[in-house]
C-alpha cells in the first residue's frame, strides 16, 4: 500500500491569505513582522481568557501610559488596574505584567529574552506567550497554540490531540518549519470566521478539499473527532485534562 501524500500546508497557506487578504504569507511582511517584543508579551498576558477586542482596548490604554518594561516596572498596580479591568482577573493581571517588567529589569537588562526557555522563567509567561514573542516580536519560527489553532488542526486531521500543549508538540513534528511563523496568524484568523467552534461554515470554505471534516461531511461520513480521553480500568472515560472548577474573580490566572 502506498503511503499517504504529505499534507499540503503551501496549500493551505495559499488559499487562506487570499480569502483574508493578509499578502503573500512568502513575504518579509508576514514573515518578519516584527512588533514591540514587550508589548506582546504584555498583550498576551492580558489576552487570557478573554476576547481580542477587550485585550485590543486595555492594550492600547495600557501601553500609551507605561510602552516599555522601565514605566511598567514603576507602576503602581492601583494604577494599572482601571487600564487593564476590562480583560478581567485584572489584579492578577496587574501584577503578573509588572513582576515580568521588574525581572525583565533585574535578569535580563530589561530586553524581551529571545529563547522560550528563559521566556517561560517570566511571570505569567507559559507556552503560548513565549512562542507570540518568538513569532511576533522576533520574527522567529515557532507555534503559538491557541483554541482556534488547536481546534482547526485536529479538524484538518493533522493532529489528534486533547490540549494546545500537546498540539504544538504534535504540529512541530508534522509541520515543516518554512511554515511555522504563518501558520497561527491564519488559522486564527480561520476560526474567527468560517471555522468557528460552533458550525463551522465548511460550505464556504477554501481549503475543505485539503480538510479531514470538510471531506468527511462532503461525503456524509462522521468527521474526525479530537482524540478520545483514555478510558479507566472499569471502562469509564476518565475525568477531561482541560475541565476546571470555576474560579473566583482574581484567581491566579493560568500562564498561556
Ligand atoms: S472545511 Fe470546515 S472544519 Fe475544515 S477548515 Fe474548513 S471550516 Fe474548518
Redesign the pocket.
Known sequence: MSAAPPFDWEAVLDRLSELYGTGDWRTPYLRDHAENPFQVMIGTILSQRTRDENTDRASARLFARYPDAPSLAAARLSTIEPLIHDTGFYHTKARLIRDASRQLLGRFDGTVPRTFEELTTLPGVGPKTANCVLVFGYGIPAIPVDTHVHR?AN??GVVRTKSPEETEQRLREVVPREYWIPLNPLLVQ?GQN???PIG???G?????DL?????A?RSGRE?PRRADRPRRPDGRRSPRPNRRRPRRSGAPARTV
Not at 464556504?204 to 475543505?208: L, Q, Y
Not at 480538510?211 to 471531506?215: D, E, N, P, S, V
Open positions: 482547526i479538524r484538518l480561520h468560517l471555522c468557528r463551522p461554515k465548511c464556504e470554505c477554501p481549503i475543505a480538510c479531514a471534516t470538510g471531506i461531511l468527521p
